[in-house]
């Protein structure tokens, strides 16, 4: 299991410019979320997902879109990045149920938005 | 909405001594989880321990346990005989137990160990 794999590592951008941070689970988890980090604040949830073909909003989620168009994938675009969206983002992913599964993290990506 | 404060910034223990991170919690819910996470230098998110609140006793994990006050919305991490390797950041984070598995955290606590 290559668990929750997250590309790229690190990314420039300029202001105005898009991208794509890519996200993958092998763990066929239902359940796939985006994070950002901001020294201070902690995480937060951007968008987040309960399976194929259904996306909801988390608490910071203007500037971001997502889809979920299979189970392994969930991929954030940022369509005009601006230096507000300079942080370390992280994608996670769990089963869902009644347990409290445990959610696993991806290792990151560092953007930073000139 | 739910919310998750710690109110350490930055905390240091000696090595082999016990240190406590704080973290307190505001819910109108009565079914909930809470998590430790560490993170160290390498950004990876590693989940400590966590506590489901339906649960009275406190969970440990070999040297680290929790006090769990749920009147007070209280979770704080004890670390027992830290070790070099403890050194990270913690967050504290909430779950709600029903619907979506999001994740409401603090803003972190950064442990340092001092040899």
């Known amino acids: 299991n290559a668990g929750v794999t997250q590309t790229p590592k690190f990314q420039v951008l300029k202001t105005g410019q898009s991208m794509t941070l890519q996200c993958a689970q092998d763990?066929?988890?239902?359940?796939m979320s985006w994070y950002r980090q901001d020294p201070g604040m902690g995480l937060r949830l951007i968008h987040y997902s309960v399976g194929a073909g259904i996306t909801d909003q988390g608490e910071v989620p203007n500037g971001y879109n997502v889809s979920r168009s299979t189970t392994e994938d969930f991929p954030l675009r940022l369509l005009s990045a601006a230096p507000s969206q300079t942080s370390v983002y992280f994608c996670?992913?769990?089963?869902?149920?009644?347990?409290?599964?445990?959610?696993?993290f991806g290792p990151g990506t560092r953007l930073t938005v000139t | 909405a739910q919310t998750v404060t710690q109110s350490q910034p930055e905390m240091s223990v000696q090595e082999a001594e016990t240190v406590t991170l704080s973290c307190t919690y505001d819910t109108s819910e009565s079914d909930y989880y809470l998590f430790w996470y560490k993170q160290p230098p390498s950004r990876q998110m590693i989940l400590v321990i966590r506590?489901?609140?339906?649960?009275?006793q406190n969970a440990t994990e070999n040297r680290f346990s929790v006090n769990f006050q749920k009147a007070a919305k209280s979770f704080s991490l004890k670390i027992s005989d830290s070790q070099l390797g403890d050194a990270a950041m913690y967050f504290c984070?909430?779950?709600?137990?029903?619907?979506?598995?999001?994740?409401?955290f603090g803003q972190g606590t950064r442990l340092t160990i001092n040899p």
């Open positions: 763990m066929n988890h239902e359940y």
């Open positions: 506590q489901e609140a339906y649960k009275q």
């Open positions: 984070a909430y779950r709600s137990a029903q619907g979506a598995q999001k994740l409401v």
């Open positions: 996670a992913s769990s089963y869902m149920g009644g347990r409290v599964y445990e959610q696993y």
